[in-house]
């Protein structure tokens, strides 16, 4: 499987406690940054500029450098020679094609969104070190969810049209561990922040998350909760939220990982619902169910894309 680099932000005690000192916004945009400019930042340093590699042989400037190589292929081989040459450098290497799909359902945030809708005291997005890939650990107390390994693969394109990647877009996810309790909100958890967490998309479009896969509780099919948001900046609380979503989770997998004892009731529960039949899914979830890949052993890829309308 998939692993994700060690986060950018582990620098050091001192830059920890410079970091904690910055506000909300500003922390947000430093992550944004390179190793190097954060470090810079924090020392209160001015970055230097970048040194330019001087070429050992300079180029004429009054020659355009195209116009040799092409004249030269036209002499020395057949016409089509050049076109197949010089093709694949022509080519954007960093352009992505999306997978062009329809709008994503707007879906309800659920009664435990976390988004600061129900008050400051339940709103994880305002917590230093929410923007973050590996969801599995609270951030105040340090404990961790346990469960089967799931990698969330989510990628943000315009919905409709040219289905464009939305990158800088950001999302928001949040699940029930294995018992099926949601942290911030259930007895025995309200103390915890895991499974909540925020990222921004790359230049594809793309976020990964690492979590487990949910547990299952009764009267709902198994899911994740996401939203998007235009920015990181933005990505503050509900009143910015530019969709709100759920991603469904296949029965075949599902089945697999709740035979683990630690997923507690969730295969009994699951035993008694249905996509057709779920409030949420059953007026159509083929826009919503995840892909997923692996095994119990080696842990779990789900991946969706998502349309976004309106964007």
Sequence with gaps: MHHEPRDRFDLGLQADLAMMQQPLLTRRRLLRLSLVGIT????????????????????????????????AAVTAVPTTAP???????????????????????????????GNGAQGAALNVLARSGVV?????????SGNTAVGV?????????????DCAPLPGYVIYVWHCDAP??????SPGVEGED??????????????????????CYAGRWPHIHFEVYPSLEQ??????????????????????????????NSLRNLGQLSLERDGIFR????????????????????????GVPGV
């Excluded at 099926?180 to 909100?185: I, L």
């Design 235 to 264: 990505a503050t609380g509900a009143r910015n939220v530019v969709h709100t979503s759920q991603l469904a989770l296949p029965e075949e997998i599902c089945r697999q990982v709740y035979a683990d004892a630690q997923y507690g």
């Design 40 to 71: 810079t930042f924090l020392a209160g340093c001015t970055p230097m500029a970048n040194p330019v590699a001087t070429p050992t042989t300079a180029p004429n400037p009054t020659v355009a450098p195209t116009t040799a190589p092409a004249a």
């Design 132 to 140: 973050r890939s590996d969801i599995r650990t609270s951030l105040g």
């Design 149 to 161: 390994p799931l990698q969330l693969e989510l990628t943000l394109v315009r919905a409709g049209g």
């Design 283 to 306: 007026d159509g979830w083929q826009t919503q169910m995840a892909t997923v890949t692996g095994s119990v052993n080696d842990g779990f890829v789900a991946r969706l894309t998502v």
């Design 194 to 215: 895991y499974l909540r967490g925020v990222q921004a998309a790359d230049t594809s479009g793309k976020v990964v998350f690492q979590t487990i896969v949910p547990g």
């Design 83 to 113: 076109a197949a040459t010089i093709a694949p450098t022509a080519a954007p290497t960093s352009v992505v094609v999306a997978e062009c799909v329809d709008a994503i359902p707007r879906e309800t945030a659920g009664p435990f969104p």
């Design 180 to 185: 099926g309790r949601y942290s911030m909100y």
